[in-house]
């Protein structure tokens, strides 16, 4: 059996490296077999880039750096249509390869730039394609783009670097507090505060500017979070909503990766007929805002039952716990199986040719 030549590209320039490390390792043992030939790639913080050949469980624990490592990259030449690897000696070597898997969350990762690269080279990618990956990590975008597509979004405003105080002050009048203050095109809740009164706006509004030049302030919208993982390109799978319990003020990157004093419910605590219109609204905004192969629709739900978008991931957490696994779980599917079907999501995109392999492995894997 041919097998499928996978890329998974890992760590990043981006303050989730940490979280990329963690995801990827869990995709990448759980492909290990005779199905596919994982390629790990990482990205130091730095942005060098490195095939590693070590032992995968370095990975996580952020000590992959060393003799195992070569230095390698993504070619975009469509000819080489995979990695050159360039040897001791200055020579260089190529690769050919079948998906590039990019377990990067964040900046340089998420927000189409590596997507991009995968479009120039002619290699199907796993996930959102350049425009959806970049309209996505943009909350000022999606939020507009989420509007136009008739779903309800919290009142908020946008602010640039490049505004002067008395701008950003003129902008910010009409708030009704409280307020959270997020970087608008980072993830992982990194820089988001919230804000309860104006005298507390300045120093959220500093906080989330270490992160981005672009910041956006939200009203808060009263109710909880329910989330819904979407998994397809023409036909979808949609799992099931989950619901976050939040007991603190804001679901920040410690509770987040630690629920310490948080809970996640899967599937979320409400009737089917509410259920039903969250899974259609997350329907609708992976449409309108072009998502492929997959994508957790973040929402709310008020005390009115209403749905209002939050936002939308699309390269979440992909550890064999993580939010989006789980939903699938509930759903019905398996970590593995997954993993199979966004691996053969990207192949059938059309990006580029099929995979010559991939139907037999197809069958083999459902024997």
């Known amino acids: 059996m041919n097998q499928i030549k996978i890329v998974v590209l890992f760590g990043g320039c981006s303050s989730e490296y940490s979280v990329s490390l963690q995801s990827a390792y869990s995709v990448m043992k759980e492909l290990s077999g005779e199905r596919y030939q994982l390629i790990p790639m990482g990205i130091t913080r730095e942005g060098e880039w490195l095939r590693y050949s070590g032992d995968l469980e370095r990975i996580p624990e952020d000590t992959w750096q060393g003799p195992e490592c070569q230095s390698a990259f993504l070619s975009p030449d469509r000819n080489i249509h995979g990695i050159v690897m360039v040897q001791p000696d200055g020579r260089t070597v190529t690769e050919r390869v079948d998906v590039v898997f990019p377990v990067l969350h964040g900046k340089n990762g998420e927000d189409g730039t590596v997507q991009g690269l995968c479009d120039l080279a002619g290699i199907p990618?796993?996930?959102c394609g350049t425009l959806s990956s970049a309209l996505c990590m943009d909350k000022d975008i999606a939020?507009?783009?989420?509007?136009?597509?008739?779903v309800t979004v919290p009142e908020f405003v946008v602010l640039q670097s490049y505004m002067d105080q008395e701008e950003q002050h003129r902008r910010c009048e009409a708030l009704r507090y409280p307020v959270f203050v997020k970087p608008c095109r980072a993830g992982s809740s990194y820089g988001i505060t919230k804000a309860e009164t104006p005298e507390a706006l300045g120093t959220a509004i500093q906080e989330a500017f270490q992160y981005d030049t672009k910041v956006v302030i939200e009203a808060m919208v009263e109710g909880f979070e329910v989330g819904c993982a979407v998994l397809g390109n023409k036909e979808l799978i949609v799992g099931e909503v989950d619901e976050i319990e939040l007991h603190g003020s804001v679901f920040d990157f410690h509770e987040k990766y630690t629920l310490e004093t948080s809970q996640i419910h899967v599937p979320a605590r409400i009737d089917a007929e509410t259920t039903e219109r969250i899974k259609d609204t997350?329907?609708?905004?992976?449409?309108?805002?072009?998502?492929?192969?997959?994508?957790r629709v973040d929402m709310f739900l008020t005390p009115e039952h209403e749905v209002v978008f939050n936002e939308i991931n699309t390269i979440p957490g992909f550890t064999s716990h993580s939010r989006y696994p789980s939903m699938m779980k509930t759903y019905g599917l398996s970590f593995r199986e997954v993993l199979d079907k966004?691996?053969?999501a990207a192949i059938e995109t059309g990006k580029?040719?099929?995979?010559?392999?991939?139907n037999q492995a197809a069958v083999a894997w459902e024997k």
């Open 143 to 150: 939020h507009i783009v989420a509007k136009a597509a008739g």
């Open 282 to 295: 997350a329907r609708v905004l992976y449409r309108a805002l072009e998502c492929e192969g997959m994508a």
């Open 342 to 344: 966004l691996v053969q």
């Open 125 to 127: 990618y796993v996930g």
């Open 352 to 358: 580029t040719e099929n995979h010559p392999g991939w």
